[in-house]
């Protein structure tokens, strides 16, 4: 069954487009950015000050934390819209 076509599809791609969720992103990223995809209430101001101290940008941390969370709002949002009749 194909997922139902909402009003909000092209606002959607939008966003998909805008966030480049499928960024590549540094090796030291990888724990930072599954902690954001997976539990991002755990992410605390420690986590980012270390992305810092290992010399990446506030703009590049916060670049790579937009594209993950929107990545991951984005499989959680096709996952429901596959459920709706």
């Known amino acids: 069954m194909a997922r139902p076509v909402t009003r909000y599809d092209t606002l959607v791609e939008g966003l998909r487009g805008a966030a480049r969720p499928d960024r590549e992103a540094p090796s030291d990223f990888a724990p930072y950015l599954e902690k954001v995809r ?9 986590d980012i000050q270390a992305l810092g101290d ?8 916060f670049e790579q934390t ?9 499989e959680r949002l096709e ?4 459920v709706l009749p």
């Open 66 to 74: 937009v594209s993950v969370a929107v990545a991951a709002g984005l």
């Open 38 to 46: 997976r539990n991002a209430y755990k992410v605390t101001d420690g």
């Open 54 to 61: 290992a010399g990446y940008s506030e703009d590049a941390i």
């Open 79 to 82: 996952a429901a819209l596959e």
